[in-house]
């Protein structure tokens, strides 16, 4: 039991799945590196798992990866399952006419999910994201957008949280937050030049556009480019009419009520 009352081996347990599904396939080696865990506490977390079919070794490789049952972990929860469909033709097809990659993401707690990519289809792109792939909220261009076009209560508790935190300059920090968000809200898109959190960190950067419906940020949508290719400013001018649109089209499709069929 831990001192502030949970139990240390479920959120352990909780942490290496989340790991192992973010990343689709790792080693135990890795398992133990990115969950910061002793390599047998990790190998006695893994097996558990495995005898709950939850993840299962790739044949003759030293990997794991999740299977199928993990899907049943979020059986009760289908919103973002409709994100994902209604989205998917809509980015697919912009990336055949772009040839960028790119990702609709929503908001869980304080992280970016990916729940829909066309990373496979793409012609230019240096790793594939798969669903379930995270990133900060405030350390990606996905994330400051979602927080801009959201609901007033929840920016001011983003912004509560970092004034009241313990770093140097929290107050300072809130209220330059609180003016980028404006400029997001005003512009319409937030981005990133040479994003840190991706598997090739500083190699791309982004751009991101709320995907809204009835006046409500559902999702977000997030191109991502080779920042030796372009600037940001050469890639907004070129690329920022058409993410808009899109994701205006994603937007209505979705505010659509369901046909029966």
Request: with cysteine; glycine share 6%; net charge positive.
């Amino acid at each position: 039991m831990g001192v502030d009352g949970n139990i240390r081996a479920i959120s352990r347990g909780i942490k290496v799945l989340k790991v192992i599904n973010q990343y689709g396939s790792l080693s135990m080696t890795s398992i133990s590196t990115l969950c910061d865990l002793p390599y047998p506490t990790a190998c006695r977390i893994v097996e558990t798992l495995q005898d709950e079919n939850l993840i299962e070794r790739e044949g003759t490789r030293k990997s794991y990866r999740p299977t199928a049952l993990v899907r049943t972990l979020s059986a009760g929860y289908k919103d973002d399952d409709e994100v994902a469909e209604i989205s998917r033709p809509h980015i697919v097809k912009l990336t055949r006419e772009l040839r960028w990659p790119l990702s609709i993401c929503t908001r869980v707690g304080m992280s970016m999910m990916i729940r829909e990519s066309s990373h496979t289809v793409a012609l230019y792109t240096l790793s594939t994201y798969h669903r379930g792939y995270t990133m900060p909220l405030l350390g990606s261009s996905s994330g400051k957008v979602c927080l801009a076009f959201s609901e007033e209560q929840d920016r001011e508790g983003i912004l509560k949280l970092i004034r009241d935190g313990r770093a140097p300059g929290a107050e300072r920090a809130a209220e330059k937050l609180r003016a980028e968000l404006e400029t997001i809200r005003a512009e319409g898109y937030a981005h990133y030049d040479r994003v840190r959190h991706t598997a090739n960190p500083g190699k791309t950067s982004a751009i991101s556009v709320p995907i809204l419906t009835n006046g409500v940020c559902r999702a977000t949508m997030t191109l991502a480019f080779f920042s030796s290719a372009m600037t940001l400013a050469d890639a907004v001018t070129a690329y920022l009419p058409e993410l808009k649109r899109t994701a205006a089209a994603i937007g209505t499709e979705m505010a659509q009520p369901l046909r029966l069929v």
